[in-house]
């Protein structure tokens, strides 16, 4: 195996044992960019001398923490100090941060190498990026963590951060094939984010295992990793369609369906599980709350600079002002009593189980999917997990969504550990 192709748990612990340098690896990443960037396209910035120099001063310290010399992309989005932050708009060529977003912050004081930017979409909206799937250049990564979800599953980086507002951390994840984790609204600090919606904008990340992004959430949270799940658990997994199931293609039914089985088969008690009354709403009307927040996070640019903005950002713009307050509250409240039940309900299962996305990555590069089976729980701030799983006739990857309690994220993730082993092993 190349050292790019490692997993950050591995790669750590191979650190940590002197018997790979976070020079190497990093070396390893580059290699890899140079030879795939011009062809998908998933970084805005890097600074080859700078990443390196950076490893070498990781491999001369004592250990930081868990994840110490391991190479991160951090999305355009998110301030990083001697690098470039331009949220992929004009408006902000050539922006220099003074210095980092707390969550960069926070991976510095861990030991971890900043490599650096993934491309976003415009303003992490739903403006395509220049960006590409890696498995087929004419189908999309999904958006808006384009780059950082894109980069991991090509193997240029092993770990990276993305932002999901509605779906761009999942859905992606996804569409690449990379494992990713949107955990609970508020796990990551997120001072430093160029927000667009600040009721939903959650820092996630992504890698190539559950176990990657327990070690991540463990540096960015605090949160001690939770026990392993032995193989001989029988998880409670509730299988839940949603009300939107019929947006789901086919290959996406049957391969969650198949899903379902192979962890019944592995032990698990698999049931049926209805959303709480009202949460239709949550996936037919979470562009009110988005809209509305956007439309404020983004008015400074609006009103100055509105021949930079996009010609598909700018109508959700201005429909965002359109929003009043009433129908804001409206759907926050909903919300909010939506969570109060499911929080009840939750205690009947270990997990959700559930679609990652309506199937395969689109064969566009104009559009970056449709969020459909993320936006609810994104508005309901529970933590979630994607899983590569299956594949559809086109050979692209499809992936499996695995829905937690609020603030039970290293609880989900050692269950994300559990399913994804009995769903390779079978």
């Not at 290699?31 to 600074?47: F, K, M, N, S, T």
């Not at 327990?214 to 658990?233: C, D, F, I």
Request: include cysteine; glycine fraction near 8%.
């Amino acid at each position: 195996m190349l050292l790019n192709e490692l997993s950050a748990a591995d790669a750590a612990r191979r650190i940590a044992a002197r018997s790979l340098t976070s020079e190497a690896l990093v070396e390893a990443c580059l290699e890899r960019i140079a030879r795939r960037d011009g062809e998908v396209h998933a970084w805005a910035y890097l600074d080859r001398e700078r990443a390196l120099a950076e490893a070498r001063l990781r491999d001369r310290e004592p250990a930081r923490g868990p994840l110490h010399g391991i190479p991160f992309g951090i999305k355009d989005i998110i301030d990083t100090g001697g690098m470039p932050t331009e949220y992929n708009s004009p408006i902000y060529r050539g922006r220099q941060p003074k210095g980092d977003a707390a969550c960069v912050a926070l991976l510095r004081r861990a030991g971890c190498v900043i490599l650096g930017k993934t491309v976003t979409t415009e303003f992490a909206t739903n403006h395509p990026s220049q960006t590409r799937n890696p498995h087929n250049a004419a189908h999309t990564p999904g958006g808006s963590s384009s780059g950082s979800a894109a980069a991991v599953a090509d193997r240029m980086v092993p770990l990276a951060l993305g932002t999901q507002t509605g779906g761009s951390v999942i859905r992606p994840g996804a569409y690449c094939g990379a494992a990713a984790c949107k955990p609970s609204f508020g796990s990551i600090n997120r001072a430093g984010l160029k927000f667009v919606a600040e009721s939903l904008d959650t820092i996630g990340v992504f890698g190539r295992s559950a176990e990657d992004l327990a070690l991540a959430l463990n540096v960015l949270t605090g949160r001690g990793l939770a026990e392993p799940v032995a193989a001989t658990s029988r998880p409670r997994i509730g299988l839940c369609r949603t009300p939107r199931w019929r947006d789901a293609d086919g290959e996406t039914q049957a391969n969650l369906e198949r899903a379902a089985r192979q962890l019944a088969a592995a032990g698990a008690q698999v049931s049926d599980f209805e959303l709480p009354s009202g949460s239709q709403d949550l996936f037919d009307r979470h562009a009110v709350v988005m809209g509305y927040e956007l439309a404020r996070a983004l008015a400074w640019e609006h009103a100055m600079f509105p021949e930079q903005i996009s010609t598909s950002l700018m109508p959700r713009i201005e429909a965002g002002w359109r929003v009043t307050r009433t129908e804001y509250d409206e759907v926050r409240e909903i919300a909010r009593a939506c969570r109060r039940r499911l929080a009840e309900r939750s205690r009947e299962v270990d997990f959700l189980l559930t679609p990652s996305a309506p199937g395969a990555a689109p064969a566009s590069l104009a559009s970056t999917g449709d969020p459909v089976f993320n936006r609810a729980w994104t508005l309901l701030g529970v933590p979630c997990v994607t899983l590569p799983f299956g594949s559809a006739a086109s050979g692209l990857p499809l992936g499996a969504q695995l829905v937690g309690a609020f603030d039970e994220d290293m609880r989900l993730l050692a269950w994300a550990h559990w399913a994804e082993r009995e769903l390779a092993a079978r």
